[in-house]
């Protein structure tokens, strides 16, 4: 989720994660006790080397002034391109500087190095961004923490009660048949759309049509019930939801900026108020519906079986309170993050026709007449999901993340850091890093298939090194999920909804740009989106 939504980050607090770091840090399998024995060990190194005078302090870090800092957002048009700012900054000051822009003090790194070096810090319960606000939402009406105002092991509860669902490739599995229904009803309202177009083929702002996708998408696995977001009335409550989420995401980044004093003047708290309270309000509705049919299914003598919600509410790890706030989190993590990633894909795919073509001819190969791929097929089609990574590598929806290292100082290039410092994670500008990407902005899938990736990773993330002499790169420098036990929950879910859907579509489709489309440049409104609408021509295969 971005600096918010799939995992509260925003652009300028941002927030994210690493499979390998679990071996170079401790991790929640310590024994009780040792992670502060280690803080301690490390802080008394951090005082060691600053005595010996080997290490700068933080007021030794480069960075721009207020003025400066202001100049670029609001006259430079940096606002809504944190993105590149990234970049901007990190030619200016190096890989390693500071902001200070009103209440925010933020470190950020911008190299995969440095990258790893915060995440091989971050501690037992890693902390991503504090967001005092969002508690203060919660205590303000009664509610659970969840999984982004939670910390320490009650943060580790949670997630473990998430876990084996949503991170288990065979329990994930389990999601493919709702999944699937879900992508036939994509195929329909595709359908429908094009033939109602002028020319009988475009389908206008295609991301809109992937967010009533992702949504249906996530719902039906979370509340195990069809919402019908992607029939011609959408519900009211999907609707609602959607602008909340909205609001909540800008109005999360305004409120933290004024102070306290301020909020009886200024409107912005009370929208943050009210778009929490709507999303709250929807997510309970559709939970307390579930329940009372689960109710009713086990008063008739019948086995209340289902997925998520029902498996959650059953295990006893977690409180009802607890259980409305979570299916909240994971409804805001898991909508425009898939959302936007498929639209830049077929973005990319309706523009590169060589790719589009070979994407078909595996998808076509591994399941011929239109079968629907099941998940053994995704292990035969490797070219689809180098097509996903280098989407998310080009668009990395979650541009920027962040950790809070609360418990001890730590030492980041030279540099001593205090603790209760906010670390920028600058991760679009590690994935357009020529040195670690040659072409870095072109956009070459075939990038993830040379060479074999060994000795980590092997399905995904490009966190393994590859054999001598082929394709090589950090890797921190591509974790469009996250790493480590704060690594993105909906990950493996994500993948099946993205790997389904755009599979399918290429066995029905073959997506086109409108004559004289513009290009469309991401922007950042927390998750880096199109910065225009994304208008599509489908074209029936024969
Ligand atoms: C393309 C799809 C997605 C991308 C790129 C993505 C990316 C991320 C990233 C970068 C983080 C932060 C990880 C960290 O701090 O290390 C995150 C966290 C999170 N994501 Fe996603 N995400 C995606 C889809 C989803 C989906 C489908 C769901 C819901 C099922 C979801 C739910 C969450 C949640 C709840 C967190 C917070 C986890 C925690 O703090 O413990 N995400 N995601």
């Known amino acids: 989720m971005g600096s918010q939504v799939c995992g509260a980050w925003s652009s300028r607090l941002p927030a994210l994660c690493a499979r390998i770091l679990l071996a170079a840090r401790p991790g929640p399998e310590l024994r009780p006790g040792a992670s502060t024995a280690i803080s301690a060990r490390r802080n008394l190194n951090v005082q060691t080397a600053a005595e010996a005078g080997k290490l700068k302090s933080i007021d030794d870090l480069p960075g721009p002034s207020l003025s400066t800092t202001l100049y670029w957002l609001f006259v430079k048009g940096y606002a809504d391109k944190s993105h ?10 190096g890989p390693i500087w500071r902001s200070r822009f009103g209440p925010f003090d933020i470190v950020n790194v911008a190299s995969p190095e440095l990258i790893a070096q915060v ?4 501690g037992r ?11 203060e939402y919660r205590d303000l009406r009664g509610q659970a923490y969840g999984l982004h105002v939670d910390v320490g092991p009650e943060w580790y509860r949670i997630r473990s009660a998430l876990n084996p669902k ?3 490739l065979r329990e994930v599995s389990a999601f493919a048949p709702i999944i699937h229904q879900v992508v036939g009803d994509l195929l329909h309202r595709i359908d429908l759309l094009r033939s109602r177009s002028e020319d009988q083929t475009t389908v206008s702002d295609v991301a809109a049509e992937l967010y009533k996708f992702g949504f249906e998408g996530i719902s039906s696995i979370l509340f195990e019930t ?7 009335e959408i519900p009211q409550e999907t609707l609602r939801f959607i602008n909340a989420a909205n609001d909540m995401l800008t109005m999360s980044e305004t409120v933290v900026i004024f102070p306290r004093w301020s909020r009886g003047i200024l409107p912005f708290w009370k929208r943050f108020v009210q778009a929490w309270d709507d ?31 029902t498996y959650l509410l059953s295990s006893d790890k977690l409180t009802r309170a607890e259980v409305y706030i979570t299916i909240t989190e994971l409804l805001l993590g898991g909508v425009d993050t898939t959302s936007n990633t498929l639209s830049w894909v077929l973005y990319h795919l309706a523009r590169t ?17 239109r079968r629907e791929p099941t998940t053994d097929d995704l292990s035969r089609m490797p070219y689809l999901k180098a097509v996903i990574k280098e989407t998310l590598r080009l668009y990395p929806v979650v541009p920027g993340n962040g950790r809070f290292i609360s418990d001890s100082d730590v030492i980041v290039d030279n540099y001593w850091i205090p603790k209760k410092t906010q670390f920028h994670l ?5 994935c357009h890093d020529e040195s670690e990407f040659t072409d870095a902005e072109l956009f070459v899938p075939d990038r993830w298939l040379r060479g074999e990736v060994s000795g980590g990773d092997s399905d995904g993330d490009g966190c393994g090194r590859t054999t001598p002499g082929t394709f090589q790169h950090h890797p921190y420098s591509f974790i469009p999920f996250g790493v480590g036990v704060r690594a993105c929950v909906g990950k493996r879910v994500a993948e099946l909804e993205m790997y389904f859907a755009l599979s399918r579509l290429m066995q029905h489709y073959e997506v086109r740009p409108e004559d004289g489309a513009p290009t469309v440049e991401p922007k950042t409104r927390t998750l880096l989106i199109p910065s225009k609408p994304i208008n599509l021509r489908f074209l029936p295969r024969a």
């Open 84 to 93: 590149l700012l990234q970049g901007l900054q990190k030619s200016l000051y």
């Open 119 to 122: 995440i091989r810090q971050e």
């Open 125 to 135: 319960y890693p902390v991503r961004a504090d967001l005092p606000h969002w508690k």
């Open 166 to 168: 949503m991170l288990k």
């Open 226 to 232: 069809r919402l019908g977001c992607l029939q011609e």
């Open 279 to 309: 999303l709250y309000d929807v997510a309970q509705t559709l939970i307390n519906r579930r329940i009372a049919e689960i109710e009713a299914q086990l008063h008739r003598g019948e086995p209340a079986e289902g997925m998520y919600l």
């Open 353 to 369: 026709r060589e790719v589009q073509d070979r994407l078909y001819q595996e998808v076509n190969s591994v399941c011929p007449d």
């Open 426 to 430: 600058c991760h679009y500008v590690s």
